[in-house]
């Protein structure tokens, strides 16, 4: 009896070793083109606000040479991406979705209309 005492401690303890604070590392949020502003260089700080309507709040993130874009289900590198972008009409009901590493602050992706 004392065996099973003994090993149900320590399955407890060490499962309870394993609880821990959750951390959000990727954060995404869902936004339009209206709320989105992309940098002249492609190690920029992109700025957009987490909201689709009018809102205060403006994220700033800074890009890198691992960010990835995404414009109407096409990937392509940051330059033809910012021109592409440029040349949207951009309206309150246009879709964008951007991906980033709260810890670093660092965007890791940037999907626009699809």
Do not use: W
């Not at 289900?73 to 330059?79: C, L």
């Not at 991406?81 to 040349?87: A, L, S």
């Amino acid at each position: 009896m004392n065996f099973r005492q003994i090993i149900l401690a320590a399955i407890l303890s060490i499962s309870m070793a394993a609880v821990a604070d959750i951390v959000t590392l990727i954060d995404a949020v869902e936004t339009s083109t209206a709320n989105l502003t992309v940098p002249t260089a492609s190690n920029g700080n992109l700025m957009f606000k987490p909201c689709a309507g009018e809102c205060e709040e403006t994220i700033r993130a800074r890009l890198t040479a691992k960010t990835s874009y995404v414009l109407n289900g096409v990937a392509m590198e940051f330059i033809d991406f910012r021109r592409e972008f440029y040349n949207l009409r951009h309206g309150s009901e246009d879709y964008a979705l951007v991906s980033y590493n709260t810890q670093k602050n660092t965007v890791t992706s940037v999907r626009v209309g699809e």
